[in-house]
């Protein structure tokens, strides 16, 4: 309960800046995400279908899944990146009595945050766009979880990245690839069997499948929530590595 109550604690002050800021927070989180829907779903995917589907209906859990991931993976590496090397408050965080899983969930729930509000919003504007979106609670645990596992690669991404251009570097390599490649605005049965094999090893087709799933009423992927636990638990244990070392 500790754990807990202390990451709490450490994700508070960001939080208020989120609740203070949340005008400027709702428009760099959403701009992107309706710039595809639009030029994607109402341009040139109009009059398509997808593995039983209209366009808008695919690509809508896809743009919500790409939100979990751009939303709270940016939110927490700049925040951590920023913290570390300019202001060094983040090292002010190992004088506390607070373990390194509690200052890794704490900098990833600012991020869990950030990447709800807009998911949220995302997902009511997809109900009411297409009536195969379901609200299901099944979805709601899933965008939760993938939140959680983005903002987890964040915190890495934050402690690995020395300066923006490292944390360039790092969006240039991971995220933008992830963005274009992981079947959120296309269908990945189109690709030939090498090209899903890699794209199946990225996160973010597992947590893209699951959404959509959830929001479809289509099959489960049961493995592709296997992975994707994996990978945020992976993550959590790179991250919560990494502060270890720093403390020590």
């Known amino acids: 309960m500790s754990v807990i109550a202390d990451s709490f604690r450490i994700a508070w002050i960001d939080m208020c800046f989120i609740r203070r800021n949340i005008p400027t927070v709702l428009v760099t989180s959403l701009v992107a995400p309706l710039l595809y829907l639009v030029a994607f779903g109402y341009g ?89 979106v379901m609200p299901t609670v099944q979805a709601a645990i899933l965008i939760i979880m993938s939140c959680l596992t983005y903002g987890l690669l964040g915190v890495v991404a934050g402690l690995l990245s020395n300066s923006h251009l490292t944390l360039n570097l790092f969006n240039s390599l991971a995220v933008l690839p992830m963005t274009f490649l992981c079947g959120t605005i296309f269908s990945l049965d189109s690709l ?54 720093r403390r020590g």
């Open 44 to 132: 040139l995917g109009d009059g398509m279908t997808l593995e039983g589907f209209d366009y808008r209906s695919f690509m809508i859990p896809g743009i919500i899944a790409l939100t979990t991931l751009t939303a709270c993976f940016s939110t927490v590496a700049t925040k951590v990146m920023l913290q570390r090397t300019y202001y060094q408050s983040f090292d002010e965080l190992f004088l506390c009595s607070m373990s390194p899983s509690a200052i890794v969930l704490g900098k990833a729930y600012s991020g869990m945050a950030r990447g709800l509000i807009s998911c949220t919003i995302l997902y009511i504007m997809g109900m009411a766009l297409s009536g195969d």
């Open 192 to 245: 030939p069997g090498v090209a899903q094999t890699a794209i199946g090893l990225l996160p973010l087709t597992h947590t893209t499948e699951c959404i959509r799933s959830a929001m479809l009423g289509t099959e489960f992927p049961w493995v592709s929530l296997t992975v994707t636990a994996m990978y945020m638990v992976a993550f959590f244990a790179i991250a919560t590595y990494l502060i270890s070392s």
